[in-house]
């Protein structure tokens, strides 16, 4: 989309890790607790990819090379599994140091993730998950929204036309739209 629109990107994060921190719920299992350190273990070199890389899509790259090995190639038991290898792996395959590796574990990277979980929260309110976009920040139309979740990815033109109207709508003072039934995610 960012070549289609002309769109900078300033990447933020939102760790559900810890927007759930003090959930104790009978849902959050230890097993969905885990799983979402995991996911945390990904943002803190996401983190130090954003702050080292003078690449201004890296980030966009981790997160392309992430979401492909996870959602397409089905690789979750292998996340799991050897959370670090697989690590290591998609480091390599998305074109970084492996050794970047090393910052899954580094916890120096958390205040910086808190700070952009709460900033992002700051602009949706609290009951909301991710993804969260913000359009056009800092300026008087700045709008955020959680969303879109989308069950099958849209293409080409359809993709352009999802984005602009949700910007459209992020941006024109609408506060929410939702719907919990939807088909299971097709990332094909």
């Not at 979740?149 to 739209?177: F, M, N, Q, R």
Request: charged letters at 25%.
């Amino acid at each position: 989309m960012q070549q289609q629109r002309s769109y900078s990107v300033a990447w933020r994060f939102i760790s559900l890790w810890i927007l759930n921190e003090d959930n104790n719920q009978k849902w959050y299992t230890p097993e969905y607790r885990a799983g979402h350190y995991l996911g945390h273990r990904a943002l803190r070199i996401a983190d130090q990819i954003r702050t080292t890389e003078p690449d201004p899509d890296a980030v966009g790259r981790w997160y392309a090379a992430l979401g492909e090995a996870l959602h397409v190639a089905h690789r979750r038991d292998e996340a799991r599994a050897d959370n670090t290898a697989f690590l290591r792996e998609v480091l390599t395959t998305a074109g970084f140091n492996a050794e970047l590796v090393i910052h899954a574990d580094d916890a120096a990277h958390d205040r910086w993730i808190r700070a952009d979980t709460e900033l992002a929260l700051g602009r949706t309110g609290h009951d909301v998950g991710t993804p969260i976009l913000t359009f056009r920040p800092g300026t008087d139309c700045e709008g955020s929204f959680f969303g879109p979740v989308i069950s099958k990815a849209p293409k080409g033109v359809e993709a352009v036309e999802l984005w602009d109207a949700v910007e459209k709508l992020a941006t024109s003072g609408v506060a929410e739209l939702k719907r919990s039934l939807r088909e299971p995610p097709d990332y094909g």
